[in-house]
């Protein structure tokens, strides 16, 4: 989904109001095409929002505080998507998972980032569909000990590391 959105954005001027149009339409067919996406939205190399999925009110929005834009802006690899820890989106105020694949110009500068927002609560439904007993967990996290989803889900859990489990120890 993200290499497609990245090739389909080089034959579009980003720099025009009608160029925003057309990748915020073609974000909104996608994201339509992927119902565990919440989100996707595509940014500058300053973390200023070019166009998204859905619909962002005024003023113009701006994520280079974001651990996933950072994390795309300073060791992001040219082709190469990103998964960072669970965040409860700012406009779409639900928790998802933030996968991007880092853009960049011609002379290989970063230039922004494709951002696409798993949506937890299908994870969540997923995981409950699978468990195959009553009582049971699963969960899902980074290799650095980062929670991602769980079922049943335990919210405060998202936002801790659990490196220093024996799970991960």
């Keep these: 989904l993200l290499k497609n959105i990245g090739d389909d954005l080089h034959t579009i001027n980003l720099g025009t109001p009608q160029g925003q149009r057309q990748v915020a339409e073609m974000l909104r067919r996608r994201n339509h095409d992927f119902p565990e996406v919440s989100s996707i939205s595509v940014v500058d190399a300053q973390g ?3 166009a998204a999925s859905i619909p962002i009110a005024a003023p113009q929005a701006n994520y280079s505080d974001r ?20 965040i409860l989106g700012c406009k779409s105020e639900r928790w998802s998972i933030p996968v991007t694949l880092p853009r960049y110009d011609a002379q290989g500068r970063f230039s922004g980032a494709i951002y696409v927002g798993v949506d937890i609560e299908k994870m ?19 290799l650095d000990g980062h929670l991602l989803a769980r079922h049943p889900n335990v919210e405060k859990a998202l936002e801790k590391n659990f490196s220093d489990t024996p799970l991960f120890t």
């Design 124 to 142: 969540i439904a997923y995981y409950r569909s699978t468990i195959p007993f009553q009582g049971g967990a699963a969960a899902l996290y980074l």
């Design 48 to 50: 200023n929002l070019i």
């Design 67 to 86: 651990e996933y834009f950072q994390t795309a802006r300073d060791r992001g690899i040219k082709g190469k998507t990103q998964i960072s820890p669970s």
